[in-house]
């Protein structure tokens, strides 16, 4: 499959590009009150609503500091992620494997959709001070 | 909304289509006097008609409604099937199988000739036929049309989906606005007229995505019948109130709950024919569908005359799980009884198919309901029926809110709700009564400016067994403006202090607060001391 990837605090990740329909430069996003440290606000793109995750925060480090978002929709939720940097769409020959191998001898982190989700979402708390849940490490 | 979902439903149900129309030509040819065969024509044609309809494909649609009315011409005997008849509905086939997968477009001028001499030929009647009472109703071979007013007309989604994209550029734009010397005063003028005009089209166009139910349960009745055919069950579908429409999102995230619904009814509530019999019920099942719109909820109505919801497996989850004893299970309401089967703990995996196998999914679809801000009813007569009802707030809804700021957020609160907006910290003796939303949201409080104070109305904000809060504090009163309202995701559905996000007529969001929930969530009220 055709895999979406992005660089976050140094670290190289990779999302199936399936399901990534927009990468958007320098949108509005409008921070929400009482929301995890990870949840950057909404934003607003052609009638539908995405959540904007900055993923620096999300994976322990400090915030993305890129200024795109990658826009996608996994069953029915909408997001958008915030890295430090967006890479080139890799492909993945064997579906089974959860990594890519760059040139450089880097290794891109395939992240698992239906795990991440769940984590987002189950960080998700009401109170704004909570920090994410730290992974101990993708895959 | 992903509208190449919606292509690929449509190319693989036509096909299906398709594929048994080809079989049943075969058949009208061999006996072209059975008007059974017709009939079944006739259904799979209008099948696709109604596909191609809602999918705004109009030279398929167009073509399907002249073959639709052919062949009910040879299923009512009102002409005699002859092997010309047949041959013009099979290049009318050969036409449907080439424009299916180029989704109705004419671009070969074979094609489009093609299509043309066979539209009219359809149009014209069967040549030499004979009305099958002998008369000659036909003198000649115009058909008369009569053409009602047009009074709507179906417009492809992508085309909505573009204006929209291209009207919310056009209200971003307003943002890098360059800035104006005062001499161009007239200009600047111009500019914010036209400026308001753009976001007076983003507002209704925003409100064009409509679809109705028929069409939308149309993009799935085939697979119905499939999975009753695949099932051994009769099955037959009645909709009523097929022509309320509801907003193209809304209905694109009810696809899902939906067939899985009908899926249940038909795979755990209507039974196999021969039990049916022996019931006493007619052999083909009805699932009935009625749609109703009330004020500003859509209901939606799925109800068998199948086996209904066997009560024992929830009796025995509310004892087992619960603690209930018999005399509570008995004293329960019919619809918490049954709404029991949405928990998700309520599993139906161990019960040795004492259940009518409800119970998997079902909390899965509770959840989806509940996502768009729904509910979902159930109610069942063992041996007579299931009948589940969804109800939704439609999608799109225009309110009028008064808009504030709290440091870099921006909230919004329905002004039916508030009594008053000024400035000026409120009276010592009440303050205690004021939630001071600055503290709240972990906002520096500028000690020199005067906070915002919004008074509401006095039944709302009652949490129980504290004190009532009367009003709030905020940094900026923007004003009372429209707003139209959008489901969020879960995330913010997860905060529970947010009824809905508001996108104003400048395409700026804000975030609706439910006061009565941030009153429970927050606790104790706040002390709110003065900062000098």
Request: glycine fraction near 8%.
């Given at each position: 499959m055709?895999?979406?990837?992005?660089?976050?605090?140094?670290?190289?990740?990779?999302?199936?590009a399936?399901?990534?329909?927009?990468?958007?430069?320098?949108?509005?996003?409008?921070p929400?009150?009482?929301?995890?440290?990870?949840?950057?606000?909404?934003?607003?793109?052609?009638?539908?609503l995405?959540?904007v995750?900055?993923l620096?925060?999300?994976?322990?480090?400090?915030?993305?500091?890129?200024?795109?978002?990658?826009?996608?929709?996994?069953?029915?939720?909408?997001?958008?992620?915030?890295a430090?940097?967006?890479?080139?769409?890799?492909?993945l020959?064997?579906?089974?494997?959860?990594?890519?191998?760059?040139?450089?001898?880097?290794?891109?982190?395939?992240?698992?959709?239906e795990?991440w989700?769940?984590?987002?979402?189950?960080?998700?708390?009401?109170?704004g001070?909570?920090?994410?849940?730290?992974p101990a490490g993708?895959g | 909304?992903?509208?190449?979902?919606y292509?690929?439903?449509?190319?693989?149900?036509?096909?299906?289509?398709?594929q048994?129309?080809?079989?049943?030509?075969?058949?009208v040819?061999?006996?072209p006097?059975?008007?059974?065969?017709?009939?079944?024509?006739?259904?799979?044609?209008?099948?696709?008609?109604?596909?191609?309809?809602?999918?705004s494909?109009?030279?398929?649609?167009?073509?399907?409604?002249?073959m639709?009315?052919?062949c009910l011409?040879?299923q009512?005997?009102?002409?005699?099937?002859?092997?010309e008849?047949?041959?013009?509905?099979?290049?009318?086939?050969?036409?449907?199988?080439?424009?299916?997968?180029?989704l109705?477009?004419?671009?070969?001028?074979?094609?489009?000739?093609?299509?043309?001499?066979?539209?009219?030929?359809?149009?014209?009647?069967?040549?030499?036929?004979?009305?099958?009472?002998g008369?000659?109703?036909?003198?000649?071979?115009?058909?008369?049309?009569?053409?009602d007013p047009?009074?709507?007309?179906?417009?492809?989604?992508?085309?909505?989906?573009e204006?929209?994209?291209?009207?919310?550029?056009?209200?971003?734009?307003e943002?890098?606005?360059?800035?104006?010397?005062?001499?161009?005063?007239?200009?600047q003028?111009?500019?914010?007229?036209?400026?308001?005009?753009?976001?007076?089209l983003?507002?209704?166009?925003a409100?064009?995505?409509l679809?109705?139910?028929?069409?939308?349960?149309?993009?799935?009745?085939?697979t119905?019948h499939?999975?009753?055919?695949?099932?051994?069950?009769?099955?037959?579908?009645?909709?009523?109130?097929?022509?309320?429409?509801?907003?193209?999102?809304?209905?694109?995230?009810?696809?899902?709950?939906?067939?899985?619904?009908?899926?249940?009814?038909?795979?755990h509530?209507?039974?196999?024919?021969e039990?049916?019999k022996a019931?006493?019920?007619?052999?083909q099942?009805?699932?009935?569908?009625?749609?109703?719109s009330?004020?500003?909820t859509?209901?939606?109505?799925?109800?068998?005359?199948?086996?209904?919801?066997?009560?024992?497996?929830?009796?025995?989850?509310?004892?087992?799980?619960q603690?209930?004893?018999?005399a509570?299970?008995?004293?329960?309401?019919?619809?918490?009884?049954?709404a029991?089967?949405?928990s998700?703990?309520?599993?139906?995996?161990?019960?040795?198919?004492?259940?009518?196998?409800?119970?998997?999914?079902?909390?899965v679809?509770?959840q989806?309901?509940t996502?768009?801000?729904?509910?979902?009813?159930?109610?069942?007569i063992?041996?007579e029926?299931?009948?589940?009802?969804?109800?939704?707030?439609?999608?799109?809804s225009?309110?009028?809110?008064?808009?504030?700021?709290?440091?870099?957020?921006?909230?919004?609160?329905?002004?039916?709700?508030l009594?008053?907006?000024?400035?000026?910290?409120?009276?010592?003796?009440?303050?205690?009564?004021?939630?001071?939303?600055?503290?709240?949201?972990g906002?520096?409080?500028?000690?020199s400016?005067?906070p915002?104070?919004?008074?509401?109305?006095?039944?709302?904000?009652?949490s129980?067994?504290?004190?009532?809060?009367?009003?709030?504090?905020?940094?900026?009163?923007?004003?009372?403006?429209?707003?139209?309202i959008?489901?969020p995701?879960?995330?913010?559905?997860?905060?529970?202090?947010?009824?809905?996000?508001?996108?104003?007529?400048?395409?700026?969001?804000?975030?609706?607060?439910?006061?009565d929930?941030?009153?429970?969530?927050?606790?104790?009220?706040?002390e709110?001391?003065m900062?000098?």
């Amino acid at each position: 499959m055709d895999v979406l990837t992005f660089q976050v605090g140094g670290e190289w990740y990779g999302l199936d590009a399936g399901i990534v329909h927009r990468v958007v430069e320098e949108y509005a996003v409008y921070p929400v009150p009482m929301m995890p440290m990870f949840y950057k606000g909404l934003l607003f793109y052609r009638g539908d609503l995405y959540d904007v995750i900055d993923l620096g925060v999300l994976l322990g480090s400090k915030p993305a500091t890129g200024s795109r978002l990658m826009l996608f929709r996994w069953r029915h939720h909408a997001m958008a992620f915030l890295a430090d940097v967006i890479g080139s769409i890799r492909l993945l020959e064997d579906r089974s494997k959860d990594r890519i191998v760059l040139e450089t001898g880097e290794i891109v982190r395939i992240l698992p959709m239906e795990r991440w989700i769940e984590r987002i979402l189950n960080n998700g708390h009401g109170s704004g001070e909570i920090q994410a849940d730290l992974p101990a490490g993708i895959g | 909304m992903d509208l190449e979902k919606y292509r690929q439903i449509f190319l693989r149900e036509s096909d299906k289509y398709l594929q048994e129309i080809g079989s049943i030509l075969i058949d009208v040819e061999a006996d072209p006097e059975e008007t059974g065969h017709w009939q079944e024509l006739h259904g799979k044609i209008h099948s696709i008609k109604g596909m191609a309809r809602a999918m705004s494909l109009e030279s398929i649609s167009r073509l399907a409604h002249e073959m639709e009315a052919w062949c009910l011409k040879f299923q009512r005997k009102e002409w005699k099937a002859r092997e010309e008849s047949i041959r013009v509905v099979t290049e009318g086939y050969s036409l449907l199988k080439a424009l299916i997968p180029r989704l109705g477009r004419l671009d070969v001028p074979e094609l489009n000739t093609a299509y043309y001499r066979l539209l009219e030929l359809l149009s014209k009647g069967p040549q030499g036929r004979e009305p099958a009472d002998g008369s000659k109703r036909r003198a000649d071979s115009q058909t008369p049309i009569s053409v009602d007013p047009i009074r709507s007309i179906g417009v492809s989604c992508s085309l909505i989906e573009e204006l929209l994209g291209f009207s919310q550029e056009l209200l971003l734009m307003e943002r890098s606005k360059p800035a104006l010397s005062p001499e161009m005063a007239a200009v600047q003028s111009w500019v914010d007229q036209y400026a308001a005009l753009a976001k007076g089209l983003y507002f209704r166009l925003a409100q064009l995505r409509l679809m109705s139910i028929e069409e939308f349960v149309d993009l799935y009745r085939h697979t119905i019948h499939h999975q009753a055919r695949q099932m051994g069950r009769l099955v037959r579908i009645v909709l009523s109130g097929g022509d309320i429409k509801a907003d193209v999102a809304l209905l694109d995230r009810l696809r899902e709950p939906m067939i899985h619904i009908v899926r249940n009814a038909i795979a755990h509530g209507i039974e196999a024919p021969e039990e049916r019999k022996a019931k006493g019920k007619p052999e083909q099942g009805t699932i009935r569908i009625e749609a109703e719109s009330r004020k500003e909820t859509l209901v939606l109505r799925i109800a068998d005359d199948g086996a209904g919801i066997r009560r024992e497996a929830i009796e025995r989850y509310l004892r087992e799980k619960q603690g209930y004893g018999d005399a509570d299970i008995a004293r329960m309401d019919t619809k918490a009884f049954f709404a029991v089967i949405l928990s998700s703990d309520f599993s139906t995996a161990s019960a040795t198919d004492e259940t009518a196998g409800r119970g998997i999914g079902m909390n899965v679809i509770a959840q989806a309901i509940t996502y768009l801000n729904g509910t979902l009813d159930i109610d069942s007569i063992p041996g007579e029926g299931t009948s589940i009802a969804v109800t939704l707030p439609m999608s799109l809804s225009v309110m009028h809110a008064v808009v504030f700021t709290v440091g870099p957020y921006r909230i919004a609160v329905p002004t039916s709700g508030l009594d008053a907006a000024s400035y000026g910290l409120p009276p010592d003796d009440v303050r205690e009564s004021f939630l001071d939303l600055r503290r709240l949201f972990g906002v520096e409080i500028n000690g020199s400016q005067p906070p915002g104070v919004l008074k509401l109305r006095s039944s709302s904000a009652a949490s129980p067994g504290r004190r009532r809060i009367q009003g709030l504090m905020v940094d900026t009163i923007v004003g009372n403006k429209p707003v139209m309202i959008l489901r969020p995701g879960q995330l913010i559905r997860n905060a529970r202090i947010f009824s809905g996000i508001g996108v104003l007529e400048s395409g700026v969001l804000t975030s609706m607060l439910d006061v009565d929930m941030l009153a429970q969530v927050s606790g104790q009220i706040p002390e709110t001391a003065m900062e000098v």
